[in-house]
């Protein structure tokens, strides 16, 4: 039987539908998860939820400790990860409150500690990347969305920024020629090191904004809050159908 991780982003730092089991406060060889590992119930199917930035929510992007919770999922024995990220919408079809389910990333994050294989006690590792998302798991998202009656893009490219700051203008204009539809800044590199350890993963991506110059003015944290909190409904009732189709 496969286990289901759910790792929770900005507007997702607790899975309140979630039957509680356990709570653990795992140890890894990369240090502290970024917060208690919880597994439960949702629609009778076992279900880990981890707080990518912590609960409450205080670790930065950069600062997250992206090794330590795919380890620590990994030695609960998860072998599925659906990761919910709130990002800004570049093209012209993402706008706030919109769902997409990710194909590709490119990542323009540096100083991140990027893989388990970096260092003398391990042989040097090259991973296929071609498809950053799992296809499968995909595809599975993508009919629950279809199930739920939900409205979403089943393709786009996200852009992996340093953050925590959001971009410039000139920024997002670049990796809008660059071929990206998102940004967010988390997508690397939690996405390659499933791919290192072998467990499936994909990603379902809440706009929260329009990104820097492609709405009017500047971006308000207010409105990108409440267009969060709207998305993120959607979000829950994409997992409950995904689960139950599982």
Known sequence: MTTLAIIGGSGLSQLKELNIIKCEQLNTPYGAPSAEFITGELNHNKVVFLARHGNPHTLAPHKINYRANIWGLKQLGVDRIIAVAAVGGITSSMAPEHIVIPDQIIDYSHGRLHSFFD????????????????????????????????????????????????????????????????????????AALAKELGIDYAAIAVVANWAAGKGIGEISVTELEQHLRIGMIKVIKLLNAFIALT
Do not use: W
């Not at 498809?131 to 992996?160: D, E, F, M, V, W």
């Not at 020629?177 to 940004?183: E, K, R, S």
């Open 119 to 190: 260092d003398k006690n391990h042989p040097v590792t090259h991973i296929d990347f071609t498809y950053p998302y799992q296809p499968s798991l995909r595809k599975a998202l993508i009919t629950a969305a279809s199930h739920a009656q939900l409205s979403i893009s089943p393709i786009g490219t996200y852009g992996c920024t340093q953050g925590p700051r959001l971009e410039t203008s000139a920024e997002i204009k670049r990796m809008q020629q660059d071929g990206c539809d998102l940004v967010g800044m988390t997508g690397m590199p939690e």
